[in-house]
């Protein structure tokens, strides 16, 4: 799935010259925690948080200094200049990637500069869980297999002979590089009968563990 099809469209946005209450402001009311901030041609110039403005308090006011001189400063002398961006035609992993690498929570998405949308890790959280089925009625069976070609077609005709539909299906790498283990979501509440047949076939289910093993 691409970043165009979750992103927030209409973003709420400052100036550099709005005052960082202007921001505050923003943030209360809006209940969201980023703001970007475009000049008058819509280019991304920097981005603001409620962090930023908590954290700017003690290095931007002087001793003689009170709370509403920092108020009323400009958000572009405390905002982020040096912006991670997304294009909207990157895959929403790749999003959860930078997330990730970067420690971020926020990631405005540009074309040729120009803001067009937003996302945030909830978003992409959200996406996961829509695409791996984990907020319907399902199972989650995990099985074990040797790392060669052909293997997920061949757990999978197991339970296609079941008449069980497939939410969804991960491929998670194991230290041993020889095996890898497939990870289905599937649409069925009792995969006892799944698991026997899978066991039949000589296939080493790793979870659910049937009752004492």
């Known amino acids: 799935m691409i970043i ?17 209450q202007d921001a505050l402001n923003l943030i209360k009311k809006a209940r969201i925690k980023h703001i970007p901030i475009i000049s008058e041609e819509n ?8 962090r930023d403005i908590r954290d700017a308090a003690p290095s931007i006011l002087s001793k003689n200094e009170k709370l509403d001189a920092l108020l009323n400063k400009p958000v572009k002398n405390i905002m982020k200049t040096d912006v991670i ?3 909207p035609l990157d895959f929403v992993e790749d999003a959860a990637t930078i997330f990730y690498e970067h420690k971020i929570s926020c990631l405005p ?17 959200n996406t996961f869980v829509k695409l791996t089925g984990a907020h319907q009625p399902s199972s989650r069976i995990e099985v074990r297999v ?12 197991v339970f296609h002979k079941g008449k069980v539909n497939i939410s969804s299906v991960f491929v998670y790498p194991e230290e041993n590089e020889k095996f890898k283990t497939l990870v289905f979501r599937v649409q069925t509440m009792n995969p006892m009968g799944l698991i026997t047949e899978l066991e039949k076939k000589g296939y080493t289910v790793v979870w659910p563990h049937m009752m004492g093993e």
């Open 146 to 157: 040797p790392n060669i070609t052909g293997m997920l077609s061949e757990v999978a005709t």
């Open 109 to 125: 998405i540009t074309t040729n500069g120009k803001l067009v949308g937003i996302i945030t890790k909830t978003d992409v959280l």
């Open 85 to 87: 961006t997304g294009h």
């Open 4 to 20: 165009e099809k979750i992103m927030q469209k209409n973003v709420l946005t400052l100036s550099p010259d709005h005052s960082i």
């Open 43 to 50: 280019t991304l110039i920097g981005i603001i948080s409620d």
